[in-house]
Every structure is written in structure tokens, then in C-alpha cells.
């Protein structure tokens, strides 16, 4: 009953008060001349979150947000995406941090879905520098560690979890190319990370299935880099409204 409380509050009551908070911050922004650090102009069109899936009511597990995590309204609108994924296919998360997103995937998604996370540890050595600001976010105790609650409690969903550990840049993704109902894109938000994850993605993603980037318009890198991508492929990417998630269906 709390997770659709949760996910209420996050989706229909959260989500649209905090994105008006973000246009009035952006035009204050725009009006005074002055970049805001963790908050860009933003160039890509907007969709409604309804327009990305066809599900209307959230669930939300772990709503308690922690240093690096997402918002609860963002939360709220990837578990309506992974609740409509197809089942006995694979979900694919770049950047595990604590592992709350990884559980609501689990959680969401239908029962017989592998959720892959994959995490860079303090000791791997990166191909790209990291985006100043974000070294502690590697440097934590545990990966994964919302995990541990669940273990006992809910063993099925915690199976569903593949923790792998490297570098993005380096990582050898092609076991899941073409495999992918979600994609979701939340590692190093380097502008160079932005865009070696996005490539790998949408390789990993199937025909009919979902890329959704976290931190548009809130890293500079990240930013730019979908940015980029757009203006060169004109694939279609757009911001959903009122968070800084970035959405594309694969067609083809």
C-alpha cells in the first residue's frame, strides 16, 4: 500500500510541482545572464510522461533519496516504463550507486526481466576523467547496498539483480546487444561518458524498446552530449517534462 502511496505523491503531486520549480529557476537564470552549475538552458523538446508509457499508476520502493540518487518522480515514471517492459528480456543500468533504482526495477518490471547494473569501483582506472564533482559518488563503501534489506525478505526479486563492476568506456557490452527492453543511462556524467554510454545503449537496446538518460539539464556534460547527438542524428530524443530524464523508443 506505501509504494502506491509513494508513487502517487511522486508522480501527481511531486513531478509537476518540482518542474515548475525548475522553469521558474531557469528563467530566473536566463533573465539574470548568469549559468546556473547544476542547471542548464535546455534545448530538446518535451513529452509528457504519459506519452511514455501506458501505465497511469506507480509503484515506489526505497523512497527515501540519498546523495546521487533520483528524484522520486523520476523514480515513479522509470518503474511505469519497466512495468510495461516485455518479459524474459534484459534491463540494463549504467551507474548502480546504491542500488535503489536497481530495485525498483526489479520490483517494477515483469518477473521473468534480468536487471543488469553496472558500477565503476574506487580502484578500476577510468579511459576519461570523471566530471569534477562526482569522484565521491565512486569512492562509497558498497555498491548496491539498498540491497541487503531485501535479501532475506524478497530473495525472487533480489535474483533478478546482476551486479557487474568496470569502466563504461571499456566495458565489453555486446552479450547484450539488441536484448534490452530498458536501457537506463546514469553513470559518469563526463561529457565523454555521455556519449561512449549512449552509443553502447542503443546497442543494447531491442526494437520497441526504451533508452532513458537521467541528468539532463543538470550536468553540463550530459547536457551537451545529448544535445550533440540530437542535433547529428535527429533521433527523436526528448526531455520528459518536469525532470531531467531524456527518453527514446528504439523503432528500428
Not at 164 to 187: E, H, I, K, Q, T
Request: hydrophobic fraction near 35%; charged fraction near 25%; proline fraction near 2%.
Amino acid at each position: 500500500m506505501k509504494e502506491l502511496l509513494y508513487g502517487y505523491y511522486g508522480t501527481r503531486i511531486y513531478l509537476p510541482l518540482s518542474g515548475l520549480s525548475r522553469r521558474w529557476r531557469r528563467f530566473t537564470i536566463r533573465i539574470r545572464k548568469k549559468e546556473g552549475k547544476f542547471l542548464q538552458q535546455v534545448k530538446l523538446p518535451e513529452i509528457s510522461w504519459k506519452r511514455c508509457t501506458t501505465r497511469r499508476t506507480a509503484k515506489i520502493w526505497e523512497y527515501e533519496q540519498a546523495n546521487g540518487n533520483i528524484r522520486i518522480s523520476e523514480l515513479g515514471v522509470i518503474n511505469m516504463i519497466a512495468a510495461a517492459c516485455e518479459d524474459e528480456t534484459n534491463i540494463f543500468e549504467i551507474g548502480t550507486s546504491d542500488g535503489r533504482t536497481s530495485l525498483n526495477l526489479a520490483f517494477s518490471s515483469p518477473l521473468n526481466c534480468s536487471i543488469y547494473t553496472l558500477d565503476l569501483t574506487p580502484e578500476i582506472d577510468t579511459k576519461f576523467p570523471l566530471a569534477s564533482g562526482e569522484r565521491h559518488m565512486v569512492e562509497k563503501e558498497t555498491s548496491g547496498l539498498r540491497f541487503e534489506k531485501y535479501r532475506k525478505s524478497d530473495s525472487a526479486f533480489i535474483a533478478k539483480i546482476n551486479q557487474l563492476f568496470g569502466d563504461s568506456a571499456l566495458f565489453d557490452f555486446s552479450p547484450f546487444y539488441n536484448s534490452c527492453s530498458l536501457v537506463f543511462v546514469d553513470g559518469s556524467h563526463a561529457y565523454e561518458y555521455a556519449l561512449s554510454d549512449t552509443y553502447a545503449a542503443m546497442k543494447m537496446v531491442k526494437k520497441g524498446g526504451v533508452i532513458i538518460w537521467h541528468d539532463y539539464g543538470i550536468w553540463e556534460g550530459v547536457t551537451r552530449a545529448l544535445e550533440e547527438i540530437e542535433k547529428k542524428e535527429k533521433i527523436g530524443l526528448r526531455n520528459i517534462s518536469g525532470t531531467s530524464l531524456v527518453y527514446w523508443k528504439s523503432e528500428g
